[in-house]
């Protein structure tokens, strides 16, 4: 357990990390999103209280913040259509106006709750695609950031937030993944995909832990663990 524990809190050195969150917007977690079982999910965890801690302790560390968005243009162009999800989000939009995530928005923005700052936060929008990776620049803004680790939050277990996981580890980088800061539906599933799929990839943490990491009373100097960011 000791060296699980040091490997975690080196795995969280604010020096080599960047927070990502994954589809924290208004039409996902918000009143009107596009799937309710994933918001309604995502707010008994509490998931927006527990993102907002880790965006504020980030911003306090000094420790980049990315948010990864969905976008659709109404006329769809550009967007998949060759999956059962793509389909049933342009169904949503066209019968939901108001939720569907057109560019510039107010669904496509970041939900209020997780406290971005955008004058420092980055934001990475994506027009087709499972997840972050695709063809959003993720890989190449990190590496350019001199991010290792990505401590990744937001939604959905059950599609997004696991091919994040598996986009980053893949391009090399380390993944830690804070589980009561995720969310997937239904929650058994989502439990199920950390501890049996997930946990292969990433190491699962928590919100008060990584917090911890990151407060500047942390027992652990970031400069003894590694130099600065390149």
């Known amino acids: 357990m000791a060296d699980a524990r040091e490997r975690l809190e080196r795995l969280l050195d604010?020096?080599?990390?960047?927070?990502?969150?994954?589809e924290c917007q208004n039409g996902v977690l918000g009143d009107?999103?596009?799937?309710?079982?994933?918001?309604?999910?995502?707010?008994?965890?509490?998931?927006?209280?527990?993102?907002?801690?880790?965006?504020?302790?980030?911003?306090?560390?000094?420790?980049?913040v990315l948010h990864c968005t969905a976008v659709r243009r109404p006329d769809g162009l550009g967007a998949n259509a060759n999956a059962r999800l793509f389909a049933a989000a342009a169904r949503v939009a066209t019968a939901q106006p108001g939720a569907a995530l057109t560019p510039g928005s107010e669904a496509a923005g970041l939900h209020p709750g997780i406290g971005a700052d955008p004058e420092r936060d980055l934001v990475l929008p994506r027009l087709h695609g499972l997840?972050?990776?695709?063809?959003?620049?993720?890989?190449?803004?990190?590496?350019?950031?001199?991010?290792?680790?990505?401590?990744?939050?937001?939604?959905?277990?059950?599609?997004?937030?696991?091919?994040?996981?598996?986009?980053?580890?893949?391009?090399?980088?380390?993944?830690?993944?804070?589980?009561?800061?995720?969310?997937?539906?239904?929650?058994?599933?989502?439990?199920?995909?950390?501890?049996?799929?997930?946990?292969?990839?990433?190491?699962?943490t928590d919100t008060d832990t990584v917090v911890a990491r990151w407060s500047p009373d942390s027992p652990i100097a970031p400069q003894v663990l590694s130099g600065p960011r390149a």
Do not use: I
Not at 33 to 62: C, D, I
Not at 154 to 177: K, T
């Open 32 to 64: 009107q999103a596009v799937f309710p079982e994933l918001a309604a999910a995502a707010e008994k965890g509490g998931l927006v209280g527990q993102v907002r801690s880790l965006v504020g302790a980030a911003h306090a560390a000094g420790v980049p």
């Open 131 to 204: 997840g972050p990776f695709q063809d959003t620049g993720l890989a190449s803004v990190l590496r350019n950031l001199g991010a290792r680790t990505l401590v990744c939050v937001g939604v959905s277990v059950n599609v997004a937030l696991l091919e994040l996981a598996f986009g980053a580890v893949d391009a090399g980088f380390q993944v830690v993944l804070v589980r009561d800061a995720v969310a997937g539906t239904p929650p058994e599933y989502a439990e199920a995909v950390l501890t049996h799929t997930l946990a292969l990839v990433a190491s699962l």
């Open 14 to 22: 604010p020096t080599r990390t960047a927070l990502v969150t994954c």
